[in-house]
T-cell receptor, first 109, second 113 residues
Framework: KNEVEQSPQNLTAQEGEFITINCSYS?????LHWLQQHPGGGIVSLFMLSSGKKKHGRLIATINIQEKHSSLHITASHPRDSAVYIC???????????FGTGTRLQVFP | EAQVTQNPRYLITVTGKKLTVTCSQNMNHEYMSWYRQDPGLGLRQIYY???????DKGDVPEGYKVSRKEKRNFPLILESPSPNQTSLYFC????????????FGPGTRLTVL
């Protein structure tokens, strides 16, 4: 079993829909990252969380440390949001990153 | 412009021929790391470095070497490449592992025949 699980693996949506991507992990962590990988392959860091909630534009990330769960929400989705979204955790007392396998999102006009 | 650069971007080589993929960052970051990305397996960490002369293994270090002689550079060395090292490789840097944004290079697509 992977230490970081994402769901769903694939997601399609109509423009304007509210999107939720989930990340569950099985180890104690010091922080969690959400990344976006564009169709061309480039990777961009969206958020780094250790507690609570962060918002940037139409993106919102939340984390519940007790439940070992994080969510990434996209409000008013747009075709340019089409990408692979990747969750990564930093286990306690390490400097490593462990990644989920990603959620492929396609938003249609 | 703040950036992480990798070279080469594409490389086709043969089994056993030593190669180096360079990585350089201009943000004075302490933390640098190498990852490989494979279909169905996602990103996996190969090696990371918390500072000059400090390196440590990630989850898949076998067959790879790294060095951190200068803060800005973190080359990945494949002494004797094998076909199972065919992959997409990313370098990244950050101010500190859990402490901030990670900046990724554009990726290097390596094929070992």
């Amino acid at each position: 079993k992977n230490e970081v699980e994402q769901s769903p693996q694939n997601l399609t949506a109509q423009e304007g829909e509210f999107i939720t991507i989930n990340c569950s992990y099985s180890v104690g962590i010091s922080a969690l990252h959400w990344l976006q990988q564009h169709p061309g392959g480039g990777i961009v860091s969206l958020f780094m969380l250790s507690s609570g909630k962060k918002k940037h534009g139409r993106l919102i990330a939340t984390i519940n440390i007790q439940e070992k769960h994080s969510s990434l929400h996209i409000t008013a989705s747009h075709p340019r949001d089409s990408a692979v979204y990747i969750c990564a955790v930093i286990p306690y007392n390490t400097d490593k990153l462990i990644f989920g396998t990603g959620t492929r999102l396609q938003v249609f006009p | 412009e703040a950036q992480v650069t990798q070279n080469p971007r594409y490389l086709i080589t043969v089994t056993g021929k030593k190669l180096t993929v360079t990585c350089s960052q201009n943000m004075n970051h302490e933390y640098m790391s190498w990852y490989r990305q494979d279909p169905g397996l996602g990103l996996r960490q190969i090696y990371y470095s918390m500072n000059v002369e400090v390196t440590d293994k990630g989850d898949v270090p076998e067959g790879y070497k790294v060095s951190r002689k200068e803060k800005r550079n973190f080359p990945l060395i494949l002494e004797s490449p094998s076909p199972n090292q065919t992959s997409l490789y990313f370098c990244a840097s950050g101010p500190g592992q859990g402490l901030g944004t990670q900046y990724f290079g554009p990726g290097t697509r390596l094929t070992v025949l």
